[in-house]
């Protein structure tokens, strides 16, 4: 295996995938050559490519599925923490009304205190 094959493989692939692909395949290749089964790193010198996103979006047809289906209050909270805040279902669940302080304008979700928005 070459660098360009190594370059070739990288090429099919973008954001999150293609970086998971390259520290696997500069994983494997270092071990290899750490146990004297090679003797160069093909994959050495290999960058991600930054440009392109390295994380899943949702589609906007997702977003208005998901906001349509968020009729009650509860589910607009549930909806709203977990995109404006990144809270995930468990520190949604277990969250009590003490971790909100609205005086300070500040919300504790899994121990880290976040600044609330202004109301709209």
Do not use: W, Y
């Not at 360009?4 to 973008?14: E, F, R």
């Not at 991600?48 to 390295?54: E, I, Y």
């Amino acid at each position: 295996m070459t660098r360009d094959d190594v370059l070739a493989h990288m090429s099919s692939a973008d954001g999150r995938h293609r970086r998971d692909q390259l520290v696997a395949l500069l994983s494997l290749f270092n071990s290899a050559k750490r146990n004297g089964l090679i003797f160069r790193n093909p994959a050495s010198r290999s960058k991600g490519n930054t440009n392109t996103p390295c994380c899943n979006r949702p589609l906007p047809e997702q977003v208005e599925r998901s906001v349509a289906a968020a009729t009650g209050p509860a589910a607009r909270l549930v909806l709203a923490l977990a995109t404006v805040h990144a809270a995930r279902v468990a520190h949604i669940a277990t969250s009590m009304l003490d971790d909100v302080d609205l005086g300070n304008r500040r919300l504790t979700i899994a121990g880290r205190a976040r600044a609330l928005d202004d109301p709209p």
